[in-house]
């Protein structure tokens, strides 16, 4: 099952299978079972609550920038992705410039330089107008299915959030920790995750 990649029914990770088992949950995978339906994802990962920003997830293999989305069991991973022109999908690379950089996308930006500031490809969670919050998506799971490189952390899994400086890393049990990379502006990832993690309590409590 070399370069196969598929959605893990265990941990609902998109994943490379080695030894026909899950590289994140050792879990074995079942190529003859279908994938959940729509209506089990949306139970299992609950109602979506706020977008936490730009993240990049430590891997070589698949998809890796994109945005962290939290709801009330847990945390998705959507991977920004645009199509090439054979059809087949292709991460986008992060957009995040370094605190020097002068054009940063205002009014007193050149324009010509503006392909240096965009991504190529699809842009996701990007507000209509400037200054309206973003849209958080409500297909959460068409999404996960639909999305190579996509992943959903169960939020009774995670044990701990811990950062140093831009790095953020969730450790979760009985399955492998996730290593991310803060791709925010004001490198707030961490501190939004801890909110989620608090307002998805709170939520869960009054059900």
């Known amino acids: ?29 079942d190529l003859n079972q279908p994938d959940p339906d729509l209506g089990t994802l949306a139970r299992i990962m609950g109602t979506p609550l706020m977008i936490l920003g730009a993240a990049r997830v430590e891997r070589s293999s698949l998809p890796s920038f994109g945005e962290l989305i939290g709801t009330t069991e847990g945390v998705v991973f959507l991977p920004r992705l645009h199509r090439r022109l054979n059809g087949a999908w292709e991460g986008v690379a992060s957009t995040r410039l370094p605190r020097w950089w002068p054009f940063r996308g205002d009014h007193t930006s050149p324009k010509f330089l503006d392909w240096l500031r965009r991504p190529t490809g699809v842009k996701v969670f990007e507000p209509t107008k400037e200054g309206e919050p973003e849209q958080i998506p409500t297909s959460l799971p068409e999404r996960l299915l639909d ?59 009054r059900v």
């Open 147 to 205: 999305s190579p490189g996509a992943f959903f952390v169960e939020r009774r899994f995670i044990r701990t959030i811990s950062a140093r400086k831009r790095i953020v890393k969730l450790d979760r049990s009985p399955f492998r920790s996730i290593t991310l990379v803060d791709e925010t502006e004001d490198c707030s990832l961490c501190a939004t995750l801890n909110s989620l993690v608090l307002r998805a309590a709170r939520a869960s409590s």
């Open 1 to 29: 099952m070399q370069n196969l990649i598929v959605l893990c029914q265990q941990c609902f990770s998109w994943i490379e299978p080695q030894s026909e088992l899950c590289p994140d949950c050792a879990c074995p995978v």
